[in-house]
């Protein structure tokens, strides 16, 4: 369904719903001279980030739980982040946030007798468990996977990888063939990381970080960092600098116009790829390419959460709140996959049932879960790690990339700097 017709449709049953419970509320009131048997009204706040969907997707949502809870007003504040003010009752966080805050967000343990806690998977809730406390419950639950636009292969005359090898054998046949300007993949620093240790996770069986220890040594990353060295000269991508662009990859002339013929990028992102290319016919969700035989390698994790501040004043409401958008029809119809494919099993239910699931996005989710082994270090997505353009992957992997530094190097710098962050994380 048209994303924007399905919001003009959830627009639409807000409104009627509103009348509707309108209507009822007034003939429950108390007659006079009868004591009120409604409850105090209560003021919450809420905060989320995100593109304009998401904000119509939740402005939405909000005005469909007052309509239905009328004592309940939430006023919403839009673009929280973790640099931001983060005073709000009912907070959209990174699934980092509560390890790295725990004080700030209320134990949803406390609150199980309202949030039906067993829609959820048991992995999403324990990544949003700090020592014992569940501070957070997982919105959706995401992952990378390989995107291809089999229009340019064909191009090339090949079909989209599979392997290994037939993606070394891709990069050659896209320069023989189609040119210089052409490459079967294409990603930020970000995502060449990620990239980078599911291969050394495939081909050695270990995880990439456990109880906040780094499982590689610098000659272990170095293997990865020739991986990645082995696909830029096999012309399978160009070089960070080669591609160094405004935006994301998606925005870029070279992917809307079939260049750029792969990623590896989120699940949730699968539409967004599709919808963005000149001629999305071709598209297609790939297999997870198993780059060794000891292990499945790559790894899930939540991709967004909600959490309830310390410092509410009405937790119980903010608990209904959280318990109608995630997994009440109601809600959930109308949330669709604006924060990703609901984890909620009652929740992606009714996002199904009122046609507002994507089915590549499904596809590229299952893909994904059923392939990967290892769970994400919180600490792998610090921003100082995993920033770009200024993050430690960034900065040691373009320079890698552009001869700056050797792969011993670069894999010093890496070992070097994670560790550093994993033992101030441990401090902490």
């Given at each position: ?27 429950q ?5 009868q ?12 905060s989320?980030w995100g ?32 640099d ?23 134990d ?10 067993e ?6 809730l324990d ?14 639950v995401?992952?990378?996977?390989f ?24 990069g ?25 240790v599911s ?79 000149k ?5 297609l ?7 060794g ?6 790894f ?51 996002a ?25 270090d919180?600490?792998?997505e ?17 320079a ?19 560790t ?9």
């Open positions: 369904m048209n994303q924007t017709i399905a919001n003009a449709a959830a627009l639409a049953l807000v409104g009627a719903l509103a009348l509707q419970l309108a209507a009822c509320g007034t003939a009131q108390s007659a006079p001279g004591a009120s048997t409604q409850p105090e009204p209560v003021t919450l706040t809420m989320w593109d304009d969907a998401r904000t119509e997707t939740y402005q939405q949502a909000i005005q469909a739980f007052e309509a239905k809870l009328q004592y309940i007003t939430v006023e919403t504040i839009y673009g929280t982040t973790a931001e003010d983060q005073t709000a009752d009912v907070m959209q966080v990174d699934w980092t946030w509560p390890g790295q805050n725990a004080d700030q967000f209320v949803l343990n406390e609150y199980s007798d309202v949030i039906d806690l829609q959820f998977s048991q992995s999403a990544a949003c468990t700090v020592d014992g406390a569940l501070l957070a419950v997982p919105m959706s995401t992952g990378r996977i995107y291809w636009n089999t229009c340019t292969f064909e191009q090339a005359g090949i079909d989209a990888p599979k392997t290994y090898e037939e993606l070394l054998t891709a050659n046949t896209f320069r023989e063939v189609l040119g210089e300007e052409y490459y079967p993949l294409a990603m930020d620093a970000a995502a060449r990381m990620n990239l980078m291969y050394l996770e495939s081909t050695t069986g270990k995880a990439w970080v456990v109880d906040r220890q780094l499982q590689y040594s610098a000659d272990e990353i170095k293997t990865g960092l020739e991986f990645l060295q082995a696909l830029e000269e096999n012309h399978v991508m160009p070089t960070l600098a080669a591609q160094q662009t405004n935006g994301t990859l998606d925005q870029t002339p070279m992917w809307q116009n079939g260049q750029y013929a792969g990623t590896f990028a989120w699940d949730a992102d699968a539409e967004t790829y599709r919808s963005a290319l001629n999305a016919s071709g598209f969700v790939g297999d997870e390419i198993a780059f035989g000891q292990a499945n390698g790559g899930s994790k939540v991709y967004l959460a909600l959490a309830i501040n310390s410092s509410c004043q009405h937790p119980k409401e903010a608990a209904i709140l959280v318990n109608f958008l995630l997994n009440e029809d109601m809600g959930a119809s109308i949330m669709g996959t604006a924060c990703g494919l609901p984890d909620s099993v009652t929740g992606r239910a009714a199904t049932a009122a046609g507002l699931v994507n089915p590549l996005v499904v596809e590229a989710n299952n893909r994904m879960m059923a392939f990967v082994d290892f769970p994400l919180p600490t792998f610090s921003p100082a790690l995993a920033a770009v353009p200024d993050g430690l992957y960034a900065a040691v992997l373009t890698c990339s552009n001869g700056e530094l050797t792969t011993t190097q670069a894999a010093e710098q890496l070992a070097e700097g994670i550093a962050m994993l033992d101030r994380t441990v401090a902490e």
